[in-house]
């Protein structure tokens, strides 16, 4: 079991940054390193969406169009830590941010652990 927590949201207006981070616990000695890092908004109403993903070594990245040039992921495997960078933030981009790991391809499905989540507010 792999127990996902993050932080790092907040109230930030348009145009600011935040930095969000993803801490892995449990059985995760020598095995954090094994998974892709997922990261996925929802909005008030909305379904959750994906934002960005990161491979196990990180050289390998996958982003929503939404998020791209904006948003970086990056991960930390010796702090079993994983971050999304968010840059020029969008009143649209308020929502709460959660991360999940798996096993496999860095995309959009099949995740099988999930964090409670951070809630980020964008004022305009």
């Known amino acids: 079991q792999v127990q996902l927590v993050e932080s790092g949201g907040g109230l930030v207006q348009a145009g600011g940054s935040l930095r969000l981070s993803c801490a892995a616990s449990?059985?995760?000695?020598?095995?954090?390193?094994?998974?892709?890092v997922g990261w996925f908004r929802q909005a008030p109403g909305k379904e959750r969406e994906f934002v960005a993903a990161?491979?196990?070594?990180?050289?390998?990245?996958y982003y929503a169009d939404s998020v791209r040039g904006r948003f970086t992921i990056s991960r930390d495997n010796a702090r079993n830590t994983a971050y999304l960078q968010m840059n020029s933030l969008k009143p649209e981009d308020t929502a709460v941010y959660s991360c999940?790991?798996?096993?496999?391809?860095?995309?959009?499905?099949?995740?099988?652990?999930w964090g409670q989540g951070t809630q980020v507010t964008v004022s305009s």
């Open positions: 990161i491979n196990w070594s990180g050289g390998s990245t």
């Open positions: 999940a790991v798996k096993q496999g391809a860095v995309d959009r499905a099949g995740y099988n652990y």
């Open positions: 449990g059985r995760t000695f020598g095995t954090f390193g094994r998974y892709t």
